[in-house]
Every structure is written in C-alpha cells, then in structure tokens.
C-alpha cells in the first residue's frame, strides 16, 4: 500500500461547481498534514495546512479523519484559476524532512 | 524576498556527463530539501540537510548521486555519471525550523534535466 493514495484524475468540473478530493494516508503516526498545489511546470506551494478540528480558508475547507486516516479537500464557487493539481502532504514524524507527498489530483475548471 | 533561486532552470545533457544542480536557500531558513518528480512516481525526497548538516540521504537512488551544502546559503546536487532514467525535474526547497510539524517548505522553480 502506497503511503499517501490520492485520485490521479483529472476532475474536469464547470466554473462555480464544488469539487472535493479526498486523499488517504497509510502511517497512523503521522503528524502533520498539508493540501499543496501545482500549476503546470510550476513548483508546489502550500495551499493550507489541515488541522484536527478541521479549518477553512475563503473557498477552500480542509478536513481531517484520523480514524480513517483520510485527509479532504473541499473547493466552492470553482474559478477558472483553481485549475491545478492539488498534492496531499503528509509528515510521518520525527523531523520536519519526513513529508510524503501524494501523486496529486488534477483539476481542470471549465468556463 | 528573492525565494529559493535554482540553476539551471533547464539542463540538456548526453549519457555519462556530469551534472550539477544548484540551490540558494531563503535567507534565515534550517532546512533544505532535495526534491526529484517524475510522472511515474510524484515528488520523491532524495536528502535533507538541516543547518548544513545532512540529516537523511536514504532517497538518494544510488552512488552516482551525491549533495553537500558548504554553507548556509548554497547547496549543490551532482550526477556522475548521468543515464537516461535520471530525467526529471529536480526541486530545492527550504523551511524554517518552528515549532512543531507545521513548518512550511518553499520550492524553487527546479532544474528541467534531459539526459539523451
């Protein structure tokens, strides 16, 4: 088993749909836990963090299921700049080198 | 803030040549990360150093890779000699040491590398 299994996709979705990507993870000791996105031949950068209570920032909610160790990503009013791919993140512990990062899920948001 | 700068952006190289990537950490940042994606297998860790220590080299494919970081705001990641398979897009990233497991890293715009 893969340690973070995401959707490769692509979810093709219309301009103002909600989207949601789930992401599970294999390591129960993991840590700490991250939504980053990738614009095509760009670099990762870190879209927000996800936290136990769960959090959201403008559109984007993020939310955590230790139990079933399994990670969400919920995007409203879709824009036609949300399209990307989206990397879940996880840090297994131990130091802040142990991120493993998901294969990404792509979206593609369509006028 | 200039961010992680990387060179070069782009590299085209023939079988058996040596390869040198090149990294510039944000100013104030512990850690560094080498990164190495490909389609086949996402973003893969290949070594971290922090405070110019190397703390995990246990990515690194084989010995045919190697990474040092002379100083707080240098690194470099070398390939002698290169194959084919090496093709890839190799990132640097940085983070700073903070509390906890929350720590952001900060790519830089990686090295596109072809080895014909």
């Known amino acids: 088993r893969k340690e973070v299994e995401q959707d490769p996709g692509p979810f093709n979705v219309p301009e103002g749909a909600t989207v949601a990507f789930n992401c599970t993870y294999s390591n129960s000791a993991s840590q700490s836990f991250f939504w980053y996105r990738q614009d095509c031949r760009k670099e990762p950068k870190l879209l927000m963090s996800v936290y136990s209570s769960g959090n959201e920032d403008g559109r984007f909610t993020a939310q955590l299921n230790r139990a079933s160790q399994y990670i969400s990503l919920l995007i409203r009013d879709s824009k036609l700049s949300d399209s990307a791919t989206y990397l879940c993140v996880v840090n297994i512990g131990g130091s802040q080198g142990n991120l493993i990062f998901g294969k990404g899920t792509k979206l593609s948001v369509k006028p | 803030d200039a961010g992680v700068i990387q060179s070069p952006r782009h590299e085209v190289t023939e079988m058996g040549q040596e390869v040198t990537l090149r990294c510039k950490p944000i100013s104030g940042h512990d850690y560094l990360f080498w990164y190495r994606q490909t389609m086949m297998r996402g973003l893969e860790l290949l070594i971290y150093f922090n405070n110019n220590v190397p703390i995990d080299d246990s990515g690194m494919p084989e010995d045919r890779f190697s990474a040092k970081m002379p100083n707080a705001s240098f690194s470099t990641l070398k390939i002698q000699p290169s194959e084919p398979r090496d093709s890839a897009v190799y990132f640097c990233?940085?983070?700073?040491?903070?509390?906890?497991?929350?720590?952001?890293?900060?790519f830089g715009p990686g090295t596109r590398l072809t080895v014909l």
């Open positions: 990233a940085s983070s700073f040491d903070g509390v906890g497991f929350y720590n952001e890293q900060f």
